[in-house]
């Protein structure tokens, strides 16, 4: 059974930092892209960043950009998501996702994608305060 399990999330204040985990077991991503995507309540769950398997290249949102980095680390199946210059509009639940497609190079946009994702963490809070 794959589980992705998230950590890390927390209350700060806006400015601040935080670091959110991702833990993956019962298969390995390393041929496969992750991603890091937000719902906050009531709106639809959004794109924020992305990691290809090969090339550390990685996407971001344009809300982020410039803030927030995604680097994953292969020995130990997982990802994370450094989270800089906290903004009260930051505040959402945070989910880990994990591609479960055969490797190949698809377009930026696929990467996006909530479709895309085949498995899925529970989620972690991130509430930033004004």
């Known amino acids: 059974q794959v589980q992705l399990t998230e950590s890390g999330g927390g209350l700060v204040q806006a400015g601040g930092s935080l670091r959110l985990s991702c833990a993956a077991s019962?298969?390995?991503?390393?041929?496969?892209?992750m991603g890091w995507f937000r719902q906050a309540p009531g709106k639809e769950r959004e794109f924020v960043a992305a990691i290809r398997w090969t090339g550390g290249i990685s996407y971001y949102a344009d809300s982020v950009k410039g803030r927030f980095t995604i680097s994953r680390d292969y020995a130990k199946n997982s990802v994370y998501l450094q989270m800089n210059s906290l903004k009260p509009e930051d505040t959402a639940v945070y989910y880990c996702?994990?591609?479960?497609?055969?490797?190949?190079?698809?377009?930026?946009?696929?990467?996006?994608?909530?479709?895309?994702?085949?498995?899925w963490g529970q989620g972690t809070q991130v509430t930033v305060s004004s």
């Open positions: 996702a994990g591609d479960g497609s055969t490797p190949a190079w698809y377009s930026s946009s696929y990467y996006s994608r909530v479709g895309t994702y085949d498995y």
């Open positions: 019962g298969r390995t991503f390393s041929r496969n892209a």
